[in-house]
């Protein structure tokens, strides 16, 4: 039953639109992003869906176990491998349960940029995205934090502390598998709670509030 309801849920179509929320110019074209092919693939039936549901705590395991895999990603979108990577979790759409503490919305492409983690505000979490063009999933998710009073970090206030929530939602987030090569571990990628990893679901393809 559990399947069948997640089937039906990435049924759910999305529009394309050059249109974006808060205002948000992209500084970098979809073009000339790092990875572009990968960060927007919206062929999603072409890819395995991973049946059981996943926590962030499994995510976080692929750093090590796929190495070899991501040392071969080259960043550029005209590089020799910006592709998406099989027989590694770039292959498999999943669907993660977990708490949303954070979105922000990127000035370079405008994509929502989510951290998801336990409920613990100590745990590790990992980032999710909703890219630009994906706008009724970006609508879904601002019109929902606008009723629940929270703010979208570049969407509504420039003061990180506001936009990192006091309590975490629980979501359910449908994405694709995704390096994010551009982040090393322990570097940029995010802050204290997500840099450890470089690993994301990105594109997501559906967020479901619980």
């Given at each position: 039953?559990?399947i069948?309801y997640?089937?039906?849920?990435?049924?759910?179509?999305?529009?394309?639109?050059?249109?974006?929320?808060?205002n948000?110019e992209?500084?970098?074209?979809?073009?000339n992003q790092?990875?572009?092919?990968?960060?927007?693939?919206?062929?999603?039936?072409?890819?395995?869906l991973?049946a059981?549901?996943?926590?962030?705590?499994?995510?976080?395991?692929?750093?090590?176990k796929?190495?070899?895999?991501?040392?071969?990603?080259?960043?550029?979108?005209g590089?020799?491998?910006p592709?998406?990577?099989?027989e590694?979790p770039e292959?498999t759409?999943?669907?993660?349960?977990g708490?949303?503490?954070?979105?922000?919305?990127?000035d370079n492409?405008?994509d929502?940029h989510?951290e998801?983690?336990?409920r613990n505000?100590?745990g590790n979490?990992?980032i999710?995205?909703?890219?630009?063009e994906?706008t009724?999933?970006?609508?879904?998710?601002?019109?929902?934090?606008d009723?629940?009073g929270?703010?979208?970090?570049?969407?509504?206030?420039?003061?990180?502390?506001i936009?990192h929530?006091?309590?975490?939602?629980?979501?359910?987030v449908?994405?694709?598998?995704?390096?994010?090569?551009?982040?090393?571990?322990n570097?940029?990628?995010?802050?204290?709670?997500?840099k450890?990893?470089?690993?994301?679901?990105h594109?997501?393809?559906?967020?479901?509030f619980?």
């Amino acid at each position: 039953m559990k399947i069948l309801y997640c089937m039906a849920l990435l049924g759910a179509s999305f529009s394309s639109s050059s249109q974006t929320l808060c205002n948000c110019e992209p500084t970098t074209e979809i073009n000339n992003q790092q990875r572009t092919v990968a960060k927007h693939e919206a062929n999603y039936d072409d890819f395995n869906l991973k049946a059981d549901t996943i926590r962030v705590s499994y995510i976080n395991k692929w750093q090590k176990k796929f190495t070899a895999i991501t040392n071969t990603i080259t960043t550029h979108a005209g590089s020799a491998n910006p592709l998406r990577q099989p027989e590694s979790p770039e292959d498999t759409l999943y669907i993660l349960k977990g708490y949303l503490w954070f979105v922000k919305v990127e000035d370079n492409d405008c994509d929502f940029h989510m951290e998801i983690g336990p409920r613990n505000v100590l745990g590790n979490r990992i980032i999710v995205e909703v890219p630009q063009e994906n706008t009724d999933m970006q609508e879904k998710i601002k019109h929902h934090l606008d009723s629940l009073g929270e703010k979208i970090m570049n969407c509504g206030t420039t003061n990180i502390k506001i936009a990192h929530f006091d309590k975490p939602y629980p979501v359910i987030v449908i994405g694709l598998g995704f390096y994010d090569a551009s982040h090393a571990p322990n570097t940029s990628h995010g802050d204290v709670h997500t840099k450890r990893y470089s690993w994301e679901l990105h594109p997501v393809r559906q967020i479901i509030f619980l």
